[in-house]
């Protein structure tokens, strides 16, 4: 802050010795008109100072007349620091300011002789402003200022630097995690502070599985390194806040919580760290779609063809069993359980992709066990429908496993088949012999 | 034969599957002048004859015999039908009817005296 003044008496002491001068003049000569003067000067202050990066600013401005006369089209003419808005003024009336651009000019009109008028301009320092502001102001008006060296002041504004930076963790879906399915969320970076955070770098260091498949900032970039996702999310102002949207995939096979660790840092030292960096520490479940599906094909070669006529009594006929499991996690100890119909014998073999099988009476049971999500495999059976079977064949197929199953009504099938009778027959009739 | 004999009707009935046939139905269809008498090895019943086999399995043969007797209309040569059936559809019906023909022929007993008379 800086505070001219000049002292009033020394300015009297002058109007004395002209006044003196004046009245030594011969008698009887015309008298000259007397000079009007006005010794106007200006004062600065800027208050706060220091000043917050994005904080108000306001610069006080007192100008005096100092005399003798009165100062007419009194003005004020200074260029605001390039860092900084003007936004208002506030003085007594009749007194106005404007700025264009960084020029600012306040017309004080009329000042009489030890007259002070108050200017208040405030202005709105950038978010970005760093170092020191300085506003440099001259006052003048119409009559001649004898002491023009006080007609100029400036205001020397030191700038601080107020960065906040708050991280979270929002929209996380699902919750819990599940094994193999995806994961999103957004890490949201706000500032909080006046000022504005540069060279912002956001880190979240990941657990080993997941998988990102998406990175979607709300500006910069961002890039995957290693197990760190990391954003360059360059200057984040005051009261903004910017989202990444991230997309993963869970490893199908983990069980384990997954642990997020994320911070971000700017250039700026930071108002409050605490808030700078976030846990998140998310449950996991598994959930396995298992699915069978089963049809009657041809038989005794076994194809996937469907059967486009139906099973005949005292043939061969086939069973393709399809299982598979839907995921998203991967599924544990699989079994899947196939009843045959009571009036088919298995006599034509079992060919199975889902690990070995075994048939217990009318029950055929295989183990594929550990079946990766996306994991599909087929049993194919090979019947004789007993040849005094007429009705409708039943053969019911069910999967079962470890993990909770999302959609449980497709883990068993009933595949029914209506069975035609061929029977040829024939007949002999010998000619009677009379008896 | 003459008229009012017994004619036996042998019938053979085989089934080459797959499929069982239960139940087989054998007709026989008389000539005019036969009528049903009796079988043995099949339940059945007459006009013509209606015999009724429970169940044929594949390669099963079953042998009955119908008797039919004849009246004093019949005459020459006459033909009996036989059929079978299940409710089994049957791909090769060729083999399901069967004919038997016979022939009637009228034995006579005119037996002639000469006697002499003496005016």
Request: proline share 8%; charged share 10%.
């Amino acid at each position: 802050m800086d505070i001219k003044r000049k002292s009033y008496a020394t300015l009297r002491l002058w109007l004395g010795l002209l006044l003196l001068l004046g009245s030594s003049a011969p008698v009887g000569a015309a008298a000259a008109p007397i000079a009007l003067s006005a010794d106007v000067f200006l004062t600065i202050q800027d208050m706060p100072d220091p000043v917050m990066a994005g904080a108000a600013l306001t610069y006080h401005l007192y100008v005096i007349n100092g005399g003798p006369d009165p100062a007419t089209g009194v003005t004020v003419t200074g260029v605001l620091p390039e860092s900084v808005g003007y936004e208002t003024f506030s003085a007594p009336s009749g007194v106005t300011c404007a700025a264009d651009g960084q020029a600012l000019t306040c017309a004080l009109g009329t000042l009489i002789n030890g007259q002070t008028v108050a200017v208040d301009v405030a202005v709105a320092v950038d978010p970005g402003a760093r170092g020191t502001l300085r506003f440099a102001a001259v006052v003048a008006g119409n009559e001649p200022d004898l002491i023009p060296a006080n007609n100029s002041a400036a205001a020397q504004t030191q700038v601080n630097i107020d960065v906040n930076l708050e991280l979270a963790f929002h929209d996380v879906t699902p919750v819990p995690a599940i094994a193999g399915a995806p994961l999103t969320y957004a890490l949201v970076v706000a500032n909080t502070g006046q000022s504005n955070a540069t060279q912002v770098v956001l880190t979240d260091t990941l657990p080993a599985e997941v998988q990102v498949t998406a990175l979607t900032p709300d500006q910069g970039a961002c890039e995957v390194i290693d197990v760190d996702i990391v954003c360059a999310l360059d200057v984040i102002g005051p009261q903004q806040v910017v989202t990444v949207s991230v997309v993963m995939r869970v490893d199908a096979a983990t069980r384990a919580p997954l642990a997020h660790h994320a911070r971000v840092d700017s250039l700026e030292p930071d108002a409050e760290p605490v808030n700078n960096a976030r846990w998140l520490v998310l449950p996991l479940i598994a959930r396995s779609d298992l699915r069978v599906q089963a049809w009657p094909v041809p038989a005794p070669i076994i194809s996937d063809t469907l059967m486009l006529e139906p099973p005949v009594a005292g043939r061969p006929l086939g069973y393709l069993i399809h299982a598979e499991n839907l995921g998203p996690s991967d599924a544990n100890a699989v079994s899947l359980r196939v009843t045959l119909p009571p009036s088919v014998t298995l006599d034509g073999g079992m060919t199975s992709t889902l690990g070995a099988c075994v048939q217990n009476g009318l029950h055929v049971i295989c183990g594929p066990g550990y079946m990766t999500a996306g994991f599909s495999g087929t049993l194919h059976l090979t019947v004789t429908v007993d040849a005094s079977f007429v009705g409708t064949l039943a053969l019911t197929a069910t999967i079962s496993g470890l993990e909770t199953d999302p959609f449980p009504d497709n883990n068993s099938v009933v595949v029914t088949v209506p069975v035609a009778t061929y029977a040829d027959l024939s007949l002999l009739l010998s000619a009677p012999a009379p008896l | 034969m003459n008229p009012g004999s017994l004619l036996a009707y042998r019938h053979v009935i085989s089934n080459a599957g797959p499929s069982d046939a239960a139940p087989v139905l054998v007709t026989d269809t008389f000539p005019s002048g036969v009528i049903f008498d009796s079988a043995v090895g099949a339940d059945c019943t007459g006009g013509g004859a209606r015999c009724t086999i429970d169940r044929l399995a594949p390669g099963d043969v079953i042998t009955f015999t119908v008797y039919g007797r004849t009246d004093t209309t019949v005459r020459g040569t006459f033909v009996t039908t036989a059929t079978v059936a299940s409710p089994a559809e049957n791909l090769y019906p060729d083999n399901n009817t069967a004919t038997a023909i016979t022939t009637v022929r009228i034995f006579v007993y005119l037996p002639l005296t000469l006697r002499s008379y003496r005016p």
